[in-house]
């Protein structure tokens, strides 16, 4: 079996831009507004919770993320596996796995998109940092 290699600062990168991205996606200037609709929240919804909790949570799950995603494209790192890496992870994987669950939970199609959207466009921006960066 061959070793590992594993790129820390790569990771942390990549994690890093899970959170950019998230900043961005869900924005009023892309899908913030349409996410909230589907939600039955309104922007009074952003304001509550636990911040700390939320934002170091999502924190440490992107970093798991990137980290089991850097092992899963290790030995192979070049852009295009990284690419290739990120589709196969973000869409074949989680996206089809959130399906699965939004379909259950009947949850209408364009939530479905936005997060699913989302997850695809940051594993594939993550396995472009982890394949780029060896």
């Given amino acids: 079996m061959e070793s590992v290699n594993i790129n820390y600062l790569a990771v ?4 890093l831009s899970m959170f950019l991205i998230g900043g961005l996606w869900y924005s009023p200037k892309l899908f913030g507004n349409q996410w909230l609709k589907e939600l039955g929240k309104d922007k009074s919804f952003l304001e509550t919770g636990n ?7 999502a924190f440490l799950l992107a970093l798991i993320m990137a980290f089991n995603l850097a092992g899963f494209i290790s030995g192979y790192e070049d852009w295009i596996w990284g690419l290739i890496g990120g589709v196969l992870a973000g869409f074949g994987w989680v ?3 959130i399906g699965i669950i939004y379909l ?3 949850r209408s199609f364009k939530i479905f998109a936005i997060n699913a959207g989302y997850i695809v466009v940051s594993f594939i921006v ?4 982890l394949g780029l960066w060896k």
């Fill in 126 to 129: 993550m396995g472009l940092i």
């Fill in 51 to 57: 911040m700390k909790v939320i934002f170091g949570g």
């Fill in 12 to 15: 942390l990168v990549a994690a």
């Fill in 104 to 106: 259950f939970e009947r």
């Fill in 95 to 97: 996206a089809m796995s």
